[in-house]
């Protein structure tokens, strides 16, 4: 399985995925010299905090296991403006930084380009929403007390040593790791086992990235959508029924029944492209130049040199008279006879509208491949 952004964080991904992926905490030492400076050097962290216009929002402060008051690093905003959009005020933050408190940036996958691109990446490798926070702790402090993520977590040491503890998820007195985490070091510490970190003697900045995963719950969930559209389970319950145990008792028994009767007649390619819609809308699009590329849409000929967009996806759902077809954030619908010329799409990485000549006539692989242009799917090769 080739995923150089997983690789980064746990060295042989298969091995990972076969043996500690959901099971056990796992330390992978440094693989760089650079660490992790491509993604976020401490002085891009330093230059988002004092140069991006950052609200509180965007930022929080921790000291000794408590989140201090929004009040105390930033300035205040309109009357009638939420706590949420008081500016940062960089000076307040570096003070309150002094005074021990560890600084907080969140989201980070949504405007910091490198880390929006390596997220995209490590989201198709293992199939699951991430998000990204960045931690800045002063010399000697502790930012959390130790606790349980209710998610699956990589830690990435950009600056600095931190001490990491992280115990067993049914023995909380059993230490499994207790060492500093080094810069260009990853520790992966999968949901619930408790853990917590502390700087050493110089100021430590590690960013987190954290693994919203997706479960069977999804596909219940759609289950149970899907179920709420059936008159039969609005059927009020038989008078009476609430107040005897036994009435009670046959009605459960009587609805599980029909449940179980509805649940063998489920469209089950339905279900699939419901549950397929729900985890891919989830996933940030990304569709960086798309300005320059409408531009160059109406220019496209069948000779045009197109690529994948990278990080776009391309699911295909072909009906009994139309195409589906899921693009993170989008479903497109096409006639059923452009189904082999999108499956080559989905099947390349590199292309031209002639490619589509075997599926399509010149005209109709033109207006196909303008269309996937503008939907973000493809993107035409720009020299220089």
């Given at each position: 399985?080739?995923?150089?952004a997983?690789a980064?964080?746990?060295?042989?991904?298969?091995?990972f995925?076969?043996r500690?992926?959901?099971?056990?905490?796992?330390?992978?030492e440094a693989?760089r010299?650079?660490?992790?400076?491509?993604?976020a050097?401490?002085d891009?962290?330093?230059?988002?905090?004092s140069?991006?216009?950052l609200?509180?929002?965007?930022?929080?402060m921790v000291?000794?296991?408590?989140?201090l008051?929004?009040?105390?690093?930033?300035?205040?905003?309109?009357p009638?403006s939420?706590?949420?959009?008081r500016p940062?005020d960089?000076a307040?933050?570096?003070s309150r930084?002094?005074?021990g408190?560890?600084?907080?940036?969140?989201?980070?996958?949504?405007?910091?380009?490198?880390?929006?691109?390596?997220?995209?990446?490590l989201?198709?490798?293992?199939?699951h929403?991430?998000?990204?926070?960045?931690?800045?702790t002063?010399?000697?402090?502790q930012?959390?007390?130790?606790?349980r993520?209710t998610h699956?977590?990589?830690?990435m040491q950009?600056?600095g040593?931190?001490h990491?503890v992280v115990?067993?998820?049914e023995?909380?007195?059993?230490?499994l790791?207790?060492?500093?985490?080094r810069?260009?070091?990853?520790?992966?510490i999968?949901t619930?086992?408790p853990?917590?970190a502390?700087?050493?003697?110089?100021?430590?900045a590690h960013?987190?990235?954290g693994i919203?995963?997706h479960d069977?719950?999804d596909?219940?969930?759609?289950v149970i959508?899907?179920?709420?559209e059936?008159?039969?389970?609005?059927?009020?319950?038989?008078?009476?029924?609430?107040t005897?145990?036994?009435?009670?008792?046959?009605t459960?028994?009587?609805?599980?029944?029909?449940?179980r009767?509805?649940?063998?007649?489920v469209?089950?390619?339905?279900?699939?492209?419901?549950?397929?819609?729900?985890?891919?809308?989830?996933?940030?699009p990304?569709?960086r130049?798309?300005?320059?590329?409408?531009e160059?849409v109406?220019?496209?000929?069948?000779?045009?040199e197109?690529?994948?967009r990278p990080?776009?996806?391309c699911?295909?759902?072909?009906?009994?008279?139309?195409?589906?077809?899921?693009?993170?954030d989008r479903?497109?619908?096409m006639p059923?006879?452009a189904?082999?010329?999108?499956?080559?799409?989905?099947?390349?990485?590199?292309l031209?509208?002639s490619d589509?000549?075997?599926?399509l006539?010149?005209?109709?692989?033109?207006?196909?491949?303008?269309r996937l242009?503008?939907?973000?799917?493809?993107e035409v090769?720009?020299?220089?």
């Amino acid at each position: 399985m080739e995923a150089p952004a997983l690789a980064r964080c746990v060295g042989d991904v298969e091995r990972f995925l076969q043996r500690d992926w959901a099971r056990a905490p796992f330390l992978c030492e440094a693989r760089r010299e650079s660490g992790f400076d491509d993604l976020a050097s401490l002085d891009d962290l330093d230059r988002m905090i004092s140069s991006l216009g950052l609200r509180a929002s965007s930022l929080r402060m921790v000291q000794d296991g408590k989140t201090l008051p929004v009040s105390a690093y930033t300035t205040p905003a309109g009357p009638k403006s939420r706590t949420t959009d008081r500016p940062v005020d960089a000076a307040s933050v570096y003070s309150r930084f002094e005074e021990g408190a560890t600084i907080v940036l969140e989201s980070l996958h949504r405007y910091w380009r490198p880390l929006t691109d390596f997220c995209r990446e490590l989201e198709l490798a293992l199939g699951h929403r991430l998000q990204v926070n960045a931690y800045i702790t002063p010399p000697g402090s502790q930012g959390f007390d130790v606790h349980r993520d209710t998610h699956d977590v990589f830690v990435m040491q950009v600056s600095g040593t931190k001490h990491w503890v992280v115990y067993d998820r049914e023995d909380d007195g059993r230490v499994l790791i207790d060492r500093d985490l080094r810069r260009g070091e990853a520790l992966y510490i999968p949901t619930g086992f408790p853990h917590a970190a502390s700087a050493g003697s110089s100021a430590s900045a590690h960013l987190t990235v954290g693994i919203l995963t997706h479960d069977s719950m999804d596909v219940v969930r759609e289950v149970i959508k899907l179920a709420e559209e059936e008159p039969v389970f609005a059927e009020r319950l038989p008078a009476g029924s609430t107040t005897d145990a036994g009435a009670m008792r046959e009605t459960v028994v009587a609805s599980l029944d029909e449940l179980r009767a509805w649940l063998d007649k489920v469209d089950v390619d339905e279900l699939t492209q419901r549950v397929a819609r729900k985890v891919m809308s989830s996933a940030q699009p990304v569709v960086r130049g798309q300005l320059r590329q409408l531009e160059l849409v109406e220019g496209i000929n069948a000779s045009t040199e197109l690529v994948r967009r990278p990080g776009a996806v391309c699911v295909l759902f072909p009906g009994d008279t139309s195409l589906k077809i899921l693009l993170v954030d989008r479903e497109l619908q096409m006639p059923l006879a452009a189904e082999g010329a999108i499956q080559e799409v989905a099947g390349r990485d590199r292309l031209q509208a002639s490619d589509l000549h075997p599926f399509l006539e010149p005209d109709g692989a033109l207006v196909l491949v303008r269309r996937l242009v503008r939907e973000g799917l493809l993107e035409v090769v720009v020299e220089g």
